[in-house]
């Protein structure tokens, strides 16, 4: 059993949730600004009509600030596999590195040279080309996303790969393999879907500022219609795609969709848990009720876990202690196998050590027995596997609600505008006003139950995060996190005041 620095862990968690929280603040509307600002410039291009220009002209404007400022933390977020997770980065930079790179690639070539045309081309060159860089960064962003989450994809559900007991490295066997898991598709199409959800909301806020202190009227209504109409066709997509992410993690992490369920003891008919307020002294393997109250669907958990009507459900107490007439393996009997894995593999490396060829090939043998549970070897206890079930519970209920109030939304402003009503619901546009806000709730929900909700893996089953932290001081790590709290604070500070100003001049100054 390896020495553990719970503190040095702890806050290098909490130093590259801060960054990747912060990050995740401009990266959904990169993704989903990029394309609306493409439908508005494909508009004006087909009608002509100058008004659709100035149009595009201003929210482009807005994307552009953003995504420099998405850009910056980007960066940070980066260096910090370097800096703080050194054993992660070299365990598994073969397969995690790849996507990276990839997704530098598409960066710098599709999105940095056509994003010039599309900032500076204006009048300079033809409209149809100038259109063309504008939907090739929209493809290039989302499809740098798509690297970057394929990345995350294989963290959660690591497929492709072999380890190789020499190097004590993870190996990419399968690009394929990682590029199309269940768990990369439905995280890419899932995210990104989402994030054009938020750059719609984004539209709407904006839009419903103008409408309440009767300014660019025309211009707010022109806006809405669009990101209406996008933001609503997203939003039902956000449904399936989240459908089938509940689906890939039922067989993939099985754990955390007990976690966001709050099911502690396995259910045939399993029902979903609409609302419901957990039990905050419940604790794995007692006899406490896990909610003080609860609403649930009878049997829909089984059904969208496992396609199957009264189907079952692991819960929690099932996963940790195993649950043997429904052929669930406890973590119990896994961290035996893992550390049975770990001895072997020592045993291995001596007697490569020790010149000892036999012994060498009778140890890789009985390690090739429990690779797979390699990662539980270095467990300290059963119930560690346990994610934190409260904030994974609340946050994707919040996730959940706020998805399923924005398609009513956008349905309620495109059935006003098309009226001829909407600047005169004075009601509404308050709701529009704050709607920005309910969706990056969302969107910071989501990855909480992503992120938290697979503790407490880095790689899921194979690595624990405290395997993969760099050894450092802690005091290192509380210093750069407070210095990047002071930066990304003056960042998004910086950001804000500069949108607030080019939202004042508004579309005529462009």
């Keep these: 059993m390896i020495d553990v620095d719970i503190s040095l862990v702890n806050w290098s968690r909490a130093q590259f949730a801060l960054t990747a929280m912060y990050h995740w603040v401009f990266v959904p509307l990169t993704l989903g600004l990029s394309f609306l600002c493409a439908f508005f410039e494909s508009i004006y291009v087909r009608t002509g009509d100058e008004k659709w220009k100035s149009l595009t002209r201003f929210w482009m404007t807005l994307f552009g600030i953003n995504f420099a400022i998405g850009v910056a933390t980007g960066i940070i977020l980066e260096f910090q596999f370097g800096t703080n997770w050194s054993n992660y980065s070299w365990m598994v930079g073969d397969i995690f590195g ?11 070539f599709l999105e940095a040279t056509f994003f010039a045309v599309m900032f500076f081309g204006w009048n300079r060159v033809s409209k149809g080309f100038h259109l063309f860089s504008t939907w090739m960064v929209a493809v290039g962003s989302n499809l740098s996303a798509l690297w970057i989450l394929v990345a995350n994809g294989w963290m959660q559900d690591p497929v492709g790969m072999v380890f190789n007991p020499e190097t004590v490295r993870f190996e990419m066997e399968n690009f394929w393999a990682v590029l199309f898991s269940p768990t990369a598709v439905a995280k890419f ?71 966001i369920e709050g099911l502690y003891e396995g259910e045939e008919s399993a029902g979903l848990v609409v609302a419901g307020m957990l039990n905050p002294a419940k604790n794995p393997g007692d006899d406490l009720d896990p909610f003080l109250f609860e609403m649930k669907i009878p049997g829909l958990l089984s059904i969208l876990a496992n396609r199957e009507p009264g ?89 959940v609600a706020l998805g399923s109030f924005f398609p009513i939304l956008f349905l309620v402003y495109l059935f006003f505008l098309f009226r001829g009503k909407l600047e005169e619901q004075r009601w509404l ?4 006003l704050v709607s920005l806000l309910l969706g990056a709730i969302a969107q910071q929900s989501g990855w909480v139950v992503a992120e938290v909700g ?56 462009h």
């Design 98 to 108: 790849a996507p990276l790179a990839i997704e530098g690639i598409f960066a710098f």
């Design 189 to 259: 199409t899932h995210t990104t879907s989402s994030a054009f959800v938020l750059a719609s909301l984004f539209v709407l806020t904006i839009s419903s500022w103008y409408l309440i202190k009767r300014k660019h009227q025309e211009m707010a209504k022109r806006s809405i219609v669009v990101a209406s109409i996008f933001g609503l066709l997203a939003s039902v997509y956000v449904g399936y795609t989240g459908d089938e992410s509940a689906f890939t993690v039922s067989s993939s992490q099985p754990m955390k969709l007990a976690a």
């Design 311 to 399: 189907s079952f459900v692991p819960g929690i107490d099932d996963l940790v202690y195993g649950n043997e007439a429904q052929g669930v393996m406890g973590v119990d009997d896994k961290m035996k196998l893992g550390q049975t894995a770990v001895a072997d593999l020592a045993a291995y490396k001596e007697a490569r050590r020790d010149g000892d060829a036999g012994a060498a090939e009778a140890a890789l043998v009985r390690f090739g027995e429990n690779s797979e549970y390699l990662g539980y070897g270095y467990l300290r206890t059963p119930e560690e596997a346990v994610p934190p079930v409260a904030i994974s519970f609340y946050a994707f209920h919040v996730m």
């Design 429 to 432: 546009l308050p709701v529009g």
């Design 454 to 509: 697979r503790q407490p893996w880095a790689i899921q089953g194979m690595m624990p995060v405290s395997v993969a932290t760099t050894n450092v001081g802690v005091g290192n790590v509380q210093t750069t996190f407070f210095m990047f709290v002071g930066l990304f604070t003056l960042l998004f500070i910086a950001e804000v005041k500069i949108m607030l100003k080019q939202i004042s001049i508004g579309p005529e100054g």
